[in-house]
Structure formats: C-alpha cells, structure tokens
C-alpha cells in the first residue's frame, strides 16, 4: 500500500509541475507576430445566440494555429457563451502550442487555478468585474502560478487599472453591458494607455485595414473571434484575413 501511495504522490508532484511550468508567452507572442492576431475560439454569444454550436476545440483552434495566429483565445464560460474549461485541454491535446488566453469572467481564485490546470497561457482578468485591489491580489496569483494576465479595460473610468502593470492591457471595442461594440473605443484610448504598455485590441474586429490602423495606434494584439467563427471554416477564414492585411 505504501508503494501505490508513494507513487501517487509521485504523480501529484509531477501534475503540479505541469500546472507551474512555463507556459508560451502571449505578450512575446504578439511582440513578435507580424500579425498580432489572435483568434478566439467561441461557439456562442449572449446577444447572437450559436454561432457554431457543433465547433469542434480540438479541430478549430489548431487549424487557427495553422493559418496563422499569434494566439488563441478560448471561451470557457459555458451558461452564456456554450464554452468549457476542457476545450483547452483538447485543443492542447490536439497539438496546439502557441499561447492560449483563457477567457471567463475570473472573480475568484479557483478559476486563476483552473486557468493553469487546464493549460492556457494567461488569463483574462476584466476591469469592470473587479475592484483595483481584488484585481491586484488575483494577477499576484496568476504570476505566481506562471500565468501572464490581459488586463481588459472598457472606458475611460477603467484605465486606472493599468497602473497595476499588466503583462497585457487589452481595450474591449464591446460594452458588455449593451453589448454594443464600437472599434473607435480602441482608437480613443490608446494615447490613455500607458507607452510601454502591450496594447491589444478586443471584438468587433471584422476589416482588415482596420489592423493597420489600429497598429498606427500602438496596438500590437488583436482579438477576432466572430468573424472567422461564423464562417464553415475558421481557419480558412483566418488565413484569407491574414492575406488581406
């Protein structure tokens, strides 16, 4: 009995290495990506409904790998947005290696862990859900488990959150209250971001030139995920979005 104990402990040892291990960088990602794109995988919207309800997670994140993303971003929120923390790791099983944002509402703990257990890159912490020190104490966590953290800021009350140095500041184009999406957000409070802050651009992304002129901005990082979803091929969709750039 000892012996199967011991080997059980073993293996505990060894989980939690994976869960600390270095994980690919999403900030290097799109520091070194000529695109900076990176594509969410997402089958359901609270205000569209199903988007792709049959989306496969260990089919369509890898074929976005190999069209061309930075990154991926997966949904795992599953009352609202049909996700579940297990497409993650079936997307990883899959073969996908580049740096993966877990996208959820994060309000506790539990889901900072969930974040690492599951194999994603970072976590998406949201300005709005969060009170400034709440937000602190959960990035601490995240660094502490190896996860870096996109930091989501909505409006001009919100970018005090930058002061609290995320790896990420993203700027999300969608009021998710309304659900109204509006890209001149992003253009109206890029200057508000701090310069040396890794800039990156979230929904409502669905032109090409508009990557252009968001990068004219300092965005380096863009979050598209409607637009190559509703498409029979996702990843198609991405690599024919790429070549228009």
Not at 19 to 42: N, V
Not at 78 to 101: C, M, N, W
Not at 156 to 176: M, S, T, V, W
């Amino acid at each position: 009995m000892n012996d199967i104990l011991q080997q059980i402990v073993a293996t505990k040892h060894e989980e939690l290495a994976r869960m600390k291990q270095k994980k690919p960088s999403l900030r290097q990602a799109l520091l070194d990506s000529p695109t900076g794109i990176i594509a969410e995988f997402k089958r359901r919207s609270p205000s569209k409904g199903w988007i792709k309800e049959d989306g496969r997670p260990d089919q369509i994140p890898l074929a976005y790998q190999q069209n061309g993303a930075a990154a991926l971003s997966i949904l795992t929120d599953k009352h609202y947005f049909g996700g579940h923390d297990r497409f993650i790791i079936e997307a990883r099983q899959s073969g996908v290696t580049i740096p993966i944002l877990y996208k959820n509402f994060v309000i506790d703990e539990m889901q900072v862990y969930e974040a690492a257990l599951c194999g994603a890159s970072a976590v998406l912490l949201i300005a709005a859900c969060l009170s400034k020190e709440r937000c602190r104490a959960l990035m601490s966590l995240a660094h502490d488990l190896g996860l870096e953290v996109l930091l989501e800021m909505h409006d001009e009350r919100e970018l005090e959150y930058a002061e609290l140095e995320p790896d990420l500041c993203g700027i999300n184009n969608r009021h998710l209250g309304s659900f109204v999406t509006d890209v001149e957000t992003s253009f109206r409070l890029a200057e508000r971001l701090p310069k040396e802050a890794v800039k990156v651009s979230e929904s409502g992304i669905s032109n090409p030139q508009v990557i252009n002129e968001l990068r004219s901005v300092g965005f380096c990082g863009f979050l598209i995920g409607e637009t190559f979803m509703k498409e029979p091929q996702p990843g198609l969709a991405l690599k024919d979005f790429i070549a228009k750039i």
